[in-house]
């Protein structure tokens, strides 16, 4: 089924759904971020304060549960393992966007499509092959400071790329 179409059959009860799967895999206690040291230095001012990753059953779990290697919630980040550096700094990335009030999303829900995503992927190719993601997040949010999130505010990044970002059938219920 092509992404669009089952992105616009998602109801705001799915993704309160997911929502609360994806809260629930924060709920270990958060610790270093996986390529930390790397990321703040690339990604320089825009680094996010207090950059902390949620790794432990329940982080594991939810992970699981949204199809995901990783996400982030309103600025939290969980893994389902040690993720790679380029994984590491895709949802990094996220957690910019949404400091910065850059992501607008469909019931709170990120696409893999969508241009959040593509920033992403494009913030993790740069840092992972050497280069500052400062640059990036300049063009796309100036010296804008961080602001309040709007709302929740869930992006992910899927183990299987093809894979569109949705819970099992159990888990909606």
Known sequence: MAEAALNARRTAGQARAMHAVAR??????????????????????????????HMGPAARA?????????YVLNGRAAFAE????HTAVH?????VHQAHGGAALTHGIGHMSDAHERMADRVAD?????GS???MFASAFGGAAPSATPGPMLQMIN????????MRPTEAA
């Open 24 to 53: 629930r895999g924060l709920s270990d206690p958060a610790g270093p971020y996986p390529h930390g040291d790397r990321i703040r230095a690339a990604f320089g001012s825009y680094a996010p304060i207090g950059l902390a990753a």
């Open 91 to 95: 949802e990094a990335a996220h957690m």
């Open 133 to 135: 993601a400062e640059p």
């Open 82 to 85: 040690r993720p790679s550096l």
């Open 159 to 166: 183990r299987i790329r093809s894979n569109t970002a949705t």
């Open 62 to 70: 939810a992970s699981r549960d949204l199809s995901a290697g990783g």
């Open 126 to 130: 740069t840092v992972a092959a050497g």
